[in-house]
């Protein structure tokens, strides 16, 4: 994760402005900041989306390819994640300083699509045990300016909405052997349903209260920080703690009770492919 110093007396002005439900910015604990989202804005690839949250930047790159389908699920289509954390987003990100960031993101992505209910993966096979789709999904971190995982799941699901992939007729001779043809009309093609594609919500834990949307010095004053995807159903399909602190009870009931308003919120602009809803744009919170 990136990093920022800070003296403790910016830390000690951070956390008791929490306290008082007023961040450094100006909004609330459960305020998000602007988000925009615009899709295909990358020409060779299948659906594109890049996402501006704050002053972090990523861009989502999704790419069709045929392949073959896994031996134990072998009438599904399946997803490829790769992330790469530039090293123009933090200084310590040169090199290989990313690696490790990149693969903990490309987990939590793997374990939110590892469901049924997130993408129809039938939907990507062209012939049972031998063809289907493989979406390749490579995600790029701009900037880094905060809350890396919430403006990730929006970008991905942009993306997705944004995939069109290329409608395929399976012909067969009187042989019995099997051809692959592909349609030549760029509209003839199949479009994914995110209608129940989860977005994250990152509640970070500073002092007694949590705060939603951090930036990069909200970050380096939490010890403890919990992911939870949600469906704009309301629907948890994965949750897991991050940092070194821990959580009680109490305060992890507390913070699920917000997950569901912010994430019908956040589920609107991945699937929409356009500005959050008007509350993000003033700082205004849901409630």
Not at 175 to 196: F, H, M, R, T
């Amino acid at each position: 994760m990136a990093f920022v110093a800070l003296s403790e007396a910016e830390k000690v002005y951070i956390v008791h402005g929490v306290q008082e439900d007023l961040r450094m910015d100006g909004r609330g604990c459960e305020d998000y900041r602007c988000v925009e989202v615009e899709t295909d804005v990358v020409s060779n690839t299948s659906g594109s989306a890049r996402v501006k949250l704050g002053h972090t930047d990523i861009l989502v790159g999704v790419k069709a390819e045929m392949g073959t389908p896994k031996l134990e699920k072998p009438n599904e289509g399946y997803l490829e994640f790769f992330v790469d954390c530039s090293a123009n987003a933090a200084p310590e990100f040169e090199g290989r300083g990313g690696d490790d960031l990149g693969t903990e993101i490309a987990n939590t992505l793997y374990r939110i699509f590892n469901n049924k209910s997130s993408i129809d993966l039938k939907s990507l096979c062209i012939n049972p045990r031998e063809h289907c789709w493989i979406l390749y999904v490579d995600v790029l971190l701009l900037e880094c300016g905060g809350n890396l995982f919430d403006a990730i799941s929006i970008a991905v699901k942009a993306a997705l909405f944004n995939t069109r992939i290329p409608r395929v007729r399976v012909l067969e001779d009187e042989e019995g052997l099997k051809d692959i043809e592909l349609s030549d009309d760029p509209y003839d093609c199949i479009q994914l349903s995110v209608e129940n594609v989860p977005c994250i919500v990152t509640l970070c834990k500073i002092g007694y209260r949590h705060v939603v949307d951090a930036t990069l010095q909200e970050e380096a004053c939490s010890l403890a920080s919990l992911l939870v995807s949600v469906t704009s159903k309301g629907v948890v399909t994965c949750m897991r703690k991050a940092g070194k602190g821990s959580l009680d009870p109490e305060s992890i009931f507390e913070m699920m009770e917000v997950r569901l308003v912010l994430g019908r919120c956040l589920d609107l602009a991945g699937s929409a492919g356009c500005l959050l809803p008007p509350w993000s744009h003033c700082g205004n919170s849901p409630h």
